[in-house]
């Protein structure tokens, strides 16, 4: 019980004294630092901090793609493949992919997958792109 009344009280005085930066800042001694004066340069993050923001940035990404009007409809294996794109492009560069998505809204499955390879994407991220689109076209894991 002493060891939490520490920790809540630190984290307390800690977060009062260091402010909440949610975007990347250089402290005084030139350091990357983020959050709560955390030196991400130094610290990084630990392996349960990266699935706690992985964890996060998906929820987002979910959030953004239930805006399109086709992202309901689509089985779990393709809402899946939605969701990795748009997590690796970005949400504004993902909605240029218009032939594609107008092909889910059409529910046709195959022209989808064919948009997704006829495009620069397709060419920088290789095996991913190649496994995503087969994925769309069957609608199953592979």
């Known amino acids: 019980m002493e060891e939490q009344n520490v920790i809540h009280r630190a984290t307390e005085l800690v977060a009062e004294h260091e402010g909440l930066a949610l975007k990347p800042y250089l402290c005084p001694e030139g350091k990357l630092t983020i959050g709560y004066g955390r030196n991400i340069e130094d610290n990084g993050v630990s392996a349960k901090e990266a699935a706690i923001l992985l964890s996060s940035d998906i929820e987002s990404t979910l959030e953004q793609l239930g805006c399109l009007a086709c992202f309901r409809s689509l089985n779990l294996a393709r809402k899946v493949v ?16 218009k032939r594609m998505i107008a092909a889910l809204n059409q529910q046709n499955y195959e022209l989808a997958a064919l948009e997704m390879m006829d495009s620069k994407w397709a060419q920088q991220v290789g095996k991913r792109a190649q496994r995503l689109s087969k994925i769309m076209k069957t609608g199953q894991f592979c």
């Open 82 to 97: 939605l969701v990795d794109m748009c997590f690796n492009l970005g949400y504004p560069r993902f909605t240029l992919f």
